[in-house]
């Protein structure tokens, strides 16, 4: 009788732990950023009524953000497909292709999004990018200390 109640102990034991595992959400490299975007992987998201999109594709190798402004580094792959982009419906394949042939002459493009009004500028060269946060006045900067090459 009590190997029985041991064997239903660690049965349910075993089940519970189960359960706990497939409820952990897949999403752990998920670091919210502010208003709706998300660092996801090495990519930068929106996750909105829409889902999670994404809106500076990989490879993220650095960012910073405040309550206004996100900037980041990307040295571009392009690894997933086209329809997880953020972009409006009305942006048409040739465009998406001609971004991605601007980013892969880049080699390292550069990007803000405004999190106020949700808008996109990039890719830059670097220059263009220091001049940009010059002018829309962003203080924050991104340390080359964190920058990884995912």
């Given at each position: 009788?009590?190997?029985?109640?041991?064997?239903?102990?660690?049965?349910?034991l075993?089940?519970?732990?189960?359960l706990?595992?497939?409820?952990?959400?897949?999403?752990?490299?998920?670091?919210?950023?502010?208003?709706?975007?998300?660092?996801?992987?090495?990519?930068?998201?929106?996750?909105?009524?829409?889902?999670?999109?994404?809106?500076?594709?990989?490879?993220?190798?650095?960012?910073?953000?405040?309550?206004?402004?996100?900037?980041?580094?990307?040295?571009?792959?392009?690894?997933?497909?086209?329809?997880?982009?953020?972009?409006?419906?009305?942006?048409?394949?040739?465009?998406?292709?001609?971004?991605?042939?601007?980013?892969?002459?880049?080699?390292?493009?550069?990007?803000?999004?405004?999190?106020?009004?949700?808008?996109i500028?990039?890719?830059?060269?670097?220059?263009?990018?220091?001049?940009?946060?010059?002018?829309?006045?962003?203080?924050?900067?991104?340390?080359?200390?964190?920058?990884?090459?995912?």
């Amino acid at each position: 009788m009590r190997k029985i109640v041991l064997l239903v102990i660690v049965f349910f034991l075993l089940l519970g732990g189960l359960l706990l595992y497939m409820a952990i959400p897949d999403d752990l490299d998920v670091l919210h950023l502010s208003s709706n975007y998300v660092f996801n992987e090495s990519e930068i998201c929106i996750n909105d009524s829409n889902g999670l999109r994404i809106v500076i594709p990989d490879n993220v190798i650095n960012y910073m953000y405040d309550d206004d402004y996100i900037i980041a580094k990307q040295i571009p792959l392009f690894m997933r497909a086209d329809y997880y982009w953020a972009f409006d419906s009305s942006s048409s394949k040739d465009s998406l292709n001609a971004l991605k042939r601007k980013c892969y002459d880049m080699k390292e493009c550069y990007w803000i999004i405004s999190t106020c009004d949700n808008k996109i500028i990039g890719p830059l060269t670097e220059s263009d990018f220091d001049a940009k946060c010059k002018e829309m006045k962003i203080t924050i900067k991104m340390d080359k200390r964190y920058e990884s090459q995912n």
